[in-house]
Nanobody, 122 residues
């Protein structure tokens, strides 16, 4: 499995923006279908967004639609998550991993890295 490294988290005020990055720790040919997940304190890890390996079609959780944008850079093998209009409830550790798609929707398929902390606070 590809080892991934997340970066870009931080402390931001409500309404602010952050851009998260996810890169393979070692050289890989091409990242597979990818997704961002997050886990807030005391809550289960949840899917935020996915992007497929082909046309780059995105999928978003309802809670982030219109505010977050997932993208991929296939030259540098990176996946990004642009987060705008951040809210208190976006506070969580954000992880990227590979995903698979089934009739029930996307789900995590790879291992978890350290994640990157996003804190929205005034």
């Amino acid at each position: 499995q590809v080892q991934l490294v997340e970066a870009g988290g931080g402390l931001v005020q409500p309404g602010g923006s952050l851009r998260l990055s996810c890169a393979a720790a070692k050289l890989v040919f091409r990242l597979p279908d990818m997704g961002w997940f997050r886990q807030a304190p005391g809550k289960q890890r949840e899917l935020v967004a996915t992007i497929d390996n082909g046309y780059g079609d995105p999928f978003y959780a309802d809670s982030v639609k219109g505010r977050f944008t997932i993208s991929r850079d296939n030259v540098n093998n990176e996946v990004h998550l642009q987060m705008n209009n951040l809210k208190f409830e976006d506070t969580a550790v954000y992880y990227c991993t590979s995903v698979t798609f089934s009739a029930t929707g996307p789900s995590a398929a790879g291992s978890w890295g350290q994640g990157t902390q996003v804190t929205v606070s005034s």
